[in-house]
């Protein structure tokens, strides 16, 4: 078959490779110059099962304020939340079962390609949930019981234990204890989808950069109007070069393709390509916020910044090991400026790097990032047929695209290809809004 997919983050190159891998012939188009442009280009890097299960049945009405100065749910306006994202943030035991399944399938798959293909990649092992105070402790009880439940492995913490684990933490900010999750990891999204990206082209797949998909029509042989357009200084470089090394000129003209069918993972321009065709889909899109740091090296003091991955339990902030980078995750902002960050949110980002790991990040070479998140109320993803003839979708994860993209990679390959997938993907279809 052919198989356009539409977008090239985490989700859209981890769909790539699985539809490679299958023998379709497979063309992906992106509007940036590379993979990972946008929403996964500085993510948290959390590929955690069992920490996103507790979050999932956790909701946020018990641990956050939105008007609170520092909060990981941060308004620009001075609306209130609306009842739909109200809804979004209760607790939702049932959403955590659903989604449980696909986190652990794409975690598998993932350490299944890594071996397989010998994928190097900045990883680590072990995810750190600290709890400042009786407050924290009492609210994610729901999520650990959840846990025990689904036999995800889990450990309660003192303060000390806490400090064995992870050495660099202050011993000035406030510990109740934590929670160890050891089979959650953290890994570079970005990194691993350049990865990806090149094993998808070794099996056939095309990559057409600079490309915007203006207009798709549903059907047997569904159609993609799509046209180059590349930043000025690249107007005379082919769609298919990342680095520029192919320079033969591309037109300039919008052009029609047909293909056997198409998948979009396109995050928050997904409505905009189905409204046309009369399917409107309730997603939201909130920005979610990144800093990222280089570590000092001082030879003395070993363990400046995290060895693997912690949570803060009372902000929902990840910081994360990079690499010799520390990155700090977890802010989601509703409405504010198109292109300016708002320094209340990185602000916040700031405020737990500093209360765990004072002095560590050299903030001379300090990068800030703000990313699209795309989602519906109840949190769980598009997967699978749109109800639209050839359409089919891979969206709307809010925070856990990577973490979700090679488990829902394989079923929608599955799913196309006519195989029974080897979880079961109900649920999480648009069939469940209606």
């Known amino acids: 078959m052919r198989v356009a997919v539409i977008g090239a983050g985490i989700a859209g190159v981890c769909s790539a490779f699985e539809l490679a891998a299958d023998g379709h012939e497979v063309t992906v188009f992106e509007r940036r110059g590379s993979v990972a442009a946008e929403s996964s280009f500085a993510h948290g890097g959390l590929l955690a099962p069992a920490y996103l299960t507790a979050w999932s049945a956790l909701g946020r009405r018990a641990l956050l304020q939105p008007r609170r100065k520092h909060s990981s749910l941060q308004l620009s306006t001075a609306k209130l939340l609306s009842p739909a994202l109200w809804r ?27 071996h397989a293909l010998q994928l190097d990649y900045e990883r680590s092992e072990g995810l750190l949930m600290l709890l400042r105070s009786g407050r924290e402790l009492a609210a994610v009880q729901p999520g650990l019981a959840l846990l025990s439940e689904l036999g995800l492995p889990h450990k309660q913490l003192d303060a000390a234990e806490c400090l064995a684990l992870e050495p660099g933490l202050s011993p000035d900010t406030p510990l109740q204890g934590g ?16 990865l990806m990206r090149s094993e998808a082209r070794r099996l056939g797949a095309r ?21 180059y357009t590349p930043p000025e200084e690249a107007q005379t470089l082919s769609a298919e070069s990342e680095t520029g090394g192919d320079t033969r000129p591309e037109t300039m003209e919008p052009q029609l393709e047909r293909f056997d069918a198409i998948l979009i993972c396109a995050a928050g321009d997904t409505a905009a390509l189905l409204k046309p065709l009369g399917l ?3 997603l939201q899109t909130w920005q979610g916020y990144s800093i990222t740091a280089p570590l000092r090296q001082i030879e003395a003091h070993p363990d400046l910044g995290p060895r693997s991955g912690l949570v803060d339990a009372q902000y929902h902030v990840a910081l994360s090991r990079i690499g010799q980078r520390v990155r700090v995750t977890g802010v989601t902002e509703i409405g504010g400026h198109a292109t300016q960050l708002s320094a209340r949110a990185v602000g916040t980002l700031h405020k737990v790097l500093h209360d765990w790991f004072p002095g560590a990040a050299q903030h001379s070479g300090i990068q800030r990032w703000r990313g699209a998140r795309s989602r519906v109320a109840d949190g769980l993803p598009l997967l699978g047929a749109s109800g639209l003839a050839g359409i089919w979708l891979n ?36 069939s469940r809004l209606g």
């Open 88 to 114: 979004a943030a209760r607790f939702n035991p049932e959403a955590a079962r659903r989604l449980q399944p696909l986190l652990s399938y794409s975690q598998a798959r993932q350490a299944e390609l890594r």
């Open 179 to 194: 929670i160890h999750l050891p089979q959650d990891e953290i890994g570079n999204c970005r990194q691993f989808a350049h």
């Open 207 to 227: 990559f057409r950069f600079h490309t915007t998909v203006q207009h798709i029509e549903a059907g047997a042989q569904p159609q993609l109007l799509h046209a």
């Open 280 to 282: 409107k889909l309730p």
């Open 395 to 430: 969206t709307a994860y809010a925070d856990d695209g990577w973490a979700l993209a090679n488990g829902a990679a394989r079923l929608l390959a599955d799913q196309l290809a006519g195989r029974a997938p080897a979880i079961d993907g109900a649920g999480m279809d648009i």
